[in-house]
């Protein structure tokens, strides 16, 4: 009668620390998630390119553009406007195991030639843990 009660005790604290485990890792995932994330924003509000390729994965390919056109695409981006000023929402996360997506409103204000456009939308990312950490795949 003890030993079942102690079998029965023991397996209702593994379930336990097997679910605490699960809970710590997304938890972990989602903070390594919102700080790629922060990154990405404050090297876009100062135009630092090496800063926001930092969290591109090599891998990135999205509507046609990969790594290397993402890079030209920001160089030319970043040479023409005089300020970018980036805001997003805190994004939902959702993590499925080395994936994961964002969506986040966000508000763009771009200063070219003197003149500010507002650019606001829906923001969705792709990202897979790496080696390194999370990495943004898709979605830029």
């Known amino acids: 009668m ?44 100062s135009r630092d390119l090496p800063r926001y390729l930092s ?10 553009k990969n790594l290397a056109r993402l890079k030209e695409s920001l160089e030319k981006s970043f040479s023409d406007f005089e300020q970018i000023t ?8 959702t993590v499925d195991g080395a994936s994961a997506e964002t969506v986040s409103h966000y508000r763009m204000k771009i200063q070219v030639r003197g003149k500010q456009m507002s650019l606001n939308g829906i923001e ?15 979605g830029i």
């Open 2 to 45: 003890i030993s079942r009660l102690a079998g029965i005790f023991l397996a209702a604290f593994l379930l336990f620390a097997a679910g605490c485990g699960a809970t710590n890792r997304d938890h972990r995932d989602h903070r390594e998630i919102r700080d790629i994330l922060n990154i990405r924003a404050a090297a876009l509000n």
């Open 86 to 93: 980036y805001e997003a929402d805190r994004p939902s996360i």
């Open 55 to 64: 969290v591109i994965s090599e891998q990135f390919n999205d509507k046609g």
């Open 124 to 138: 969705r990312l792709r990202l897979k843990k790496e080696p390194g950490g999370w990495k943004i795949i898709a």
